[in-house]
């Protein structure tokens, strides 16, 4: 089974979307686009200055389906979103929606402007706030003309109309405790995107544009949302790195580029779009080294002819000869024009692309160390006397790949630190062995100290390697030479991740633990990651949500549960 498996796509796909009937079946193909169709983008184009970000981008949303919008960082996914919803201008093309239809956009941030309550900025999830709103705004009806207020107070009926509906909502995503007076500025920037998505999610839309909506969500809120989502029977364009959602959801795929072309539809998941990019990449490889031997067999020939030139004119005085040698050597320059018009050629096949890979064990192989790494006898942590967890009897030994799941708050980055010796135990004991070297990698940038040095440069000063095995590591980490002489506050987000967590096994480390090592990265960088973590030696204790990750990765499971670690396998967490 594929990692996030879930119900059967829908039989509908983008690539059918003009050309055959949907439901109900029989009806005509004109017809039925406008009777299905929800959502249509048309040769949307958007450039800022000279950077083209995307062209001639189009797609149709039928009702009940969902497409995802994938891509590196920078290829203009949001740009789209953005343009969808009706808050940038594309420089040419148009978005129309079906008509009536409404409209629900999510964005990646929520505006926190001080002073406003969280009741006040999402009227709709708090009823005591959407009253309230409600009596002053028919006070200022009853003083004053004007149709905005009308418009205002019939969005702020239905608003409070959902309100009591919301709370199952919140609850779903762990967003039940945050109360309506709270200081929406105050409240962290996961609470604040998961009272957004609660809000979209509870807006009666016909259309959701959803941009990261699992971001900041547990695997409990991730699995709600990606049922919610299954069974929703409007139309669905959501920008998301989780591979598992996108496996289960998405009807169709938007595939950007970074190079601001158009961008590609394809009809299927993630698993089946990596499964045919695989195979177009084993095709252009083909195809390139059939080209370069071509090529290499044409030099060949040149070279002979121009030797065999050279001999003959070398070897006689007689001008019969040399004129002979001579038309000889023209065939080569016919040849040579032949090897420049083929280089110039469109039709030319270039290299194709890397792809990323792990560290090998040139560098990162863990060092021969005891069996039983890190244990945990009887331990029980409690951050400023709050129980936290309890009754934790384990072991973490060379080989291991667990992964430690659990909701948002439950004690998972503690439980790492404690054993970091960041935090100490209420009670037990937490022993590292003397052969252990234990690597972290926190949940926020950890090469910030080194913003201003190239990669290159970073190595060699964390981990004291000479200038040629530094180029070369970065080389297989980074995969591009333009990357290695950049400074690090260049790279992208996902670049810089990477890095530093290939640097943890370059300096020597055979236990790995790892908070949230995916969190904000494209899916190219997921897999570099993932192929990073691949054939290391040592132990890795992974804080993650992302399934996709759990199930390449994970042997093992420890899933925080009631205040307590159960041991489970990954098959029943994903």
């Known amino acids: 089974m594929r990692p996030g498996a879930g119900p059967p796509a ?101 505006d926190a402007a001080p002073g406003v309550t969280a009741g006040e ?7 005591e706030a959407a009253a309230a709103a409600l009596d002053a705004l028919g006070r200022r009806l009853a003083t004053e003309d004007g149709d905005g207020l009308a418009a205002e107070y019939d969005a ?11 709370h199952e909502v919140l609850a779903a995503l762990g967003a039940d405790r945050i109360a309506g007076d709270a200081m929406l500025a105050r409240l962290s920037g996961g609470e604040q995107a998961k009272l957004a998505l609660a809000e979209v999610m509870t807006a009666g839309a016909d259309v959701l544009l959803l941009d990261e909506p699992t971001n900041h969500l547990d695997l409990a809120g991730i699995r709600w949302l990606e049922e919610r989502l299954a069974s929703f029977e409007g139309a669905v364009l959501l920008v998301s790195h989780d591979r598992a959602l996108l496996d289960t959801v998405a009807d169709a795929l938007l595939v950007l580029d970074a190079e601001g072309g158009a961008p590609e ?8 779009w990596i499964e045919e990019r695989e195979r177009r990449r084993a095709e252009q490889w083909a195809a390139f080294g059939r080209q370069q031997r071509a090529e290499r067999r044409l030099k060949e020939h040149i070279s002979q002819i121009e030797s065999r ?16 040698a001579k038309k000889i050597a023209r065939r080569s320059t016919t040849l040579k024009r032949r090897l420049e018009r083929e280089a110039a050629s469109t039709d030319r096949i270039e290299r194709p692309g890397e792809r990323p890979h792990g560290i090998g064990v040139a560098f990162g192989s863990a060092e021969r160390s005891a069996s039983r790494l890190v244990e945990l006898v009887g331990v029980e942590l409690a951050p400023a006397g709050a129980p936290l967890l309890g009754g934790l009897d384990l072991a973490l030994e060379r080989g291991d790949r667990i992964a430690l799941v659990g909701p948002n708050g439950s004690g998972k980055t503690s439980l790492l630190r404690a054993i970091l010796g960041e935090l100490s135990p209420s009670h037990g004991s937490i022993s590292v062995a003397g052969s252990a ?23 060699r000063r964390e981990a004291g390697v000479s200038q040629v095995d530094a180029s ?16 690090l506050r260049q790279l992208s987000y996902g670049e810089r991740r990477r890095l530093a967590l290939s640097l943890l096994m370059l300096k020597g480390a055979n236990v790995l633990l ?6 904000h990265l494209d899916l190219e960088s997921r897999e570099a990651v993932e192929a990073a973590l691949d054939g290391f030696e040592g132990a890795v204790l992974v804080v993650t949500h992302d399934r996709y990750l759990i199930q390449s990765l994970a042997r093992t499971a420890w899933s925080v549960e009631g205040g307590r670690i159960v041991v489970r396998d990954p098959e029943e967490i994903v």
């Open 437 to 459: 070297r234990v690597g972290y990698l926190r949940q926020e940038d950890a090469l910030d100290h080194l913003l201003d040095l190239t990669p290159v440069e970073a190595v």
């Open 121 to 127: 900025r999402f009227p709709s999830l708090f009823p």
């Open 309 to 324: 030139s050279r001999y003959i004119e070398n070897s006689t005085i007689d001008f019969a000869i040399r004129k002979k």
């Open 10 to 110: 829908r039989p509908s796909t983008q690539q059918q979307a003009l050309t055959a009937p949907c439901r109900p079946a029989g009806i005509r193909v004109a017809v039925c686009v406008l009777v299905c169709a929800m959502l249509q983008i048309n040769q949307l184009s958007k450039s800022y200055g000279a950077r083209s970000v995307f062209g001639s981008a189009s797609l149709v949303v039928n009702r009940g389906e969902a497409v995802g919008v994938v891509g590196p960082n920078g290829s203009g996914k949001s740009t789209l979103l953005r343009i969808a919803a009706g808050s940038l201008e594309a420089d040419a093309g148009h978005v129309d929606t079906a008509a009536g239809a409404r409209v629900a956009y999510l964005r990646q941030s929520v």
């Open 472 to 487: 070369n590591f970065v080389h297989r980490v980074l995969l591009g030479h333009e990357q290695s002489r950049t400074p």
């Open 265 to 272: 539809l394809f009809a299927g998941g993630y698993s089946e």
């Open 514 to 519: 790892l908070d949230e090592p995916t969190n």
């Open 156 to 166: 702020l009926l239905d608003a409070a109309a959902r309100a009591g509906s919301a």
